[in-house]
T-cell receptor
Framework: EDQVTQSPEALRLQEGESSSLNCSYT??????LFWYRQDPGKGPEFLFT???AGEEKEKERLKATLTKKESFLHITAPKPEDSATYLC???????????FGEGTQLTVNP | KAGVTQTPRYLIKTRGQQVTLSCSPI?????VSWYQQTPGQGLQFLFE???????NKGNFPGRFSGRQFSNSRSEMNVSTLELGDSALYLC??????????????FGPGTRLTVT
């Protein structure tokens, strides 16, 4: 059974204080690892897809990396508008469903 | 390009009733997936439809069903509602071209409350 574990559950940062979110996974053949951002009362917003170990992708202050067992979402010099829940999901080669972690709730204080 | 739309956005039902939720995918997307999100269980996969056929199904009871129409719009139905069915129901659509097949884009969700 595919499993995704995210840590920490919650993270509080000061504006400008860089940090990383972790996503550990076990999957029977990884097709892709996905990062989403979710604001309260809204649907998840797609951020990145990573397909193979060693791959990195960047978008503004966010950078996602992938190894064979985990992924990191690095947040550089965050701003209050980066506050949200960040979700990690994996998709196995055996099917199209996404298996999600519980998410990391990020709060960035001004 | 318009995003995924879901209707209604909010719904209050009574135990024992049934409910139908609707999802319109992004134009050109032919795959539609449904997920249930609750504080205790997180996001869980319900089922996926492609070209009007259910391709994949999660571990939910038979009270949860869905269908897809020829224009790729999808509906999901929950019969005999239980209190535990209260959740945010999310629809996601994806393209079919190989390089973009796997990225799923979510709608705003339908918040269902069962009393």
């Amino acid at each position: 059974e595919d499993q995704v574990t995210q840590s920490p559950e919650a993270l509080r940062l000061q504006e400008g204080e860089s940090s990383s979110l972790n996503c550990s996974y076990t999957v029977s053949g990884l097709r892709g690892l996905f990062w989403y951002r979710q604001d309260p009362g809204k649907g998840p917003e797609f951020l990145f897809t990573l397909y193979s170990a060693g791959e990195e992708k960047e978008k503004e202050r966010l950078k996602a990396t992938l190894t064979k067992k985990e992924s990191f979402l690095h947040i550089t010099a965050p701003k209050p508008e980066d506050s949200a829940t960040y979700l990690c999901a994996v998709q196995a080669t055996s099917g199209s469903r996404l298996t999600f972690g519980e998410g990391t709730q990020l709060t960035v204080n001004p | 390009k318009a995003g995924v739309t879901q209707t209604p956005r909010y719904l209050i039902k009574t135990r024992g009733q049934q409910v139908t939720l609707s999802c319109s995918p992004i134009s050109g997307h032919r795959s539609v997936s449904w997920y249930q999100q609750t504080p205790g269980q997180g996001l869980q996969f319900l089922f996926e439809y492609f070209s009007e056929t259910q391709r994949n199904k999660g571990n939910f009871p038979g009270r949860f069903s869905g269908r897809q129409f020829s224009n790729s719009r999808s509906e999901m139905n929950v019969s005999t509602l239980e209190l535990g069915d209260s959740a945010l129901y999310l629809c996601a659509s994806s393209q079919t071209r190989p390089t973009l097949w796997y990225e799923q884009y979510f709608g705003p969700g339908t918040r269902l409350t069962v009393t």
